[in-house]
């Protein structure tokens, strides 16, 4: 988890931002093949993420990282913007 992070927010949050950043890596089935939970767990972290503003929901599963989501993961953001 990055210093700046959010309350809210799960250290699973800072793995399934950075894979987004990868343009192959957009759907939680993805994402759960690269790090510990099961899939439906990363889908609602990426629900959470999109509520908070650091990822888009483009189409039903499949997500991107925001340009908010960029200057959270190089902590360019307060944890209370977070």
Not at 40 to 52: G, S
Not at 64 to 82: K, M
Request: hydrophobic share 35%; net charge negative; charged share 35%.
């Amino acid at each position: 988890m990055t210093d700046n992070s959010a309350e809210w927010m799960e250290p699973l949050d800072d793995e399934i931002l950075e894979l987004l950043q990868d343009e192959d890596v957009f759907m939680p089935d993805q994402i759960a093949d690269e790090v510990e939970p099961r899939a439906p767990h990363v889908a609602y972290r990426c629900r959470e993420l999109a509520d908070h503003g650091l990822v888009t929901k483009h189409a039903p599963g499949m997500y991107d990282i925001t340009e908010r989501g960029e200057r959270y993961l190089a902590g360019d953001l307060e944890s209370d913007d977070a």
